[in-house]
């Protein structure tokens, strides 16, 4: 079934689509929302009410035929609600919690040609990206998103997206280690950010 057909379903009220798109795209937004909160408790609690609250206002959401980026966007922005709640509730004036994508070894296909040595600068030289940086670099070359899906997701427009990873991609380059990402993530870099 396609995605539009099954968003229809789920629109007009079949409990057995909101049950398939929640299997189907489980375990992206829990991987995402890690990298968003990096909290299990608080993105399982998250990707709980989302979907609770799709459904209860399944009446008033809009049609959609790429149904993971819409999903994405919606837990993106119930994290971003549940973190400031979190975080105002421990009265600090530095966030408890941030809202970031940490990139780690585990995210990368690890090939032999790279060395532990060159995982390691790779990582070091994410984490000095800015965070919308790092977060367009996940949902390109780890969630493997076409530019208009991550311009939806992190709302802002296509342009900005290509951007923001031309500047990242400058960044790994001018710091030398272009070459070891690309063999890190593998197949899927073939200059996807231009």
């Known amino acids: 079934m396609d995605e539009q057909k099954q968003w229809q379903l789920f629109l007009s009220g079949d409990e057995q689509a909101l049950s398939s798109i929640f299997r189907t795209y489980h375990d992206d937004l829990f991987n995402y929302g890690m990298k968003l909160a990096g909290n299990t408790e608080i993105v399982k609690d998250a990707i709980q009410e989302m979907f609770l609250k799709l459904w209860k206002n399944r009446k ?6 790429k149904i993971k980026p819409y999903l994405l966007k ?15 509730y421990y009265f600090t ?11 780690s ?4 296909i690890i090939n032999e040609q790279v ?6 600068k790779v990582l070091e030289v994410l984490s000095k990206l800015s965070p919308r940086q790092r977060e367009a670099i996940y949902l ?4 493997n998103l076409e530019f208009e899906n991550i311009a939806l997701i992190m709302d802002t427009n296509v342009q900005s997206v290509r951007n923001t990873l031309h500047r990242a991609m400058q960044t790994l380059r001018e710091m030398m280690i272009l ?16």
Do not use: M, W
Request: negative net charge.
């Open 60 to 65: 008033s959401l809009s049609e959609t035929s």
């Open 74 to 88: 919606a837990l993106r922005r119930h994290i971003e609600d549940c973190l400031s709640i979190y975080n105002r």
């Open 93 to 103: 004036d530095k966030p408890l919690l941030e809202f970031e994508v940490q990139i």
């Open 105 to 108: 070894t585990e995210d990368f």
């Open 115 to 120: 060395t532990e040595e060159n995982q390691k």
């Open 140 to 143: 390109r070359f780890f969630e």
């Open 179 to 194: 070459e070891a990402f690309i063999l890190l993530i593998g197949e899927r870099c073939l200059f996807p950010y231009s």
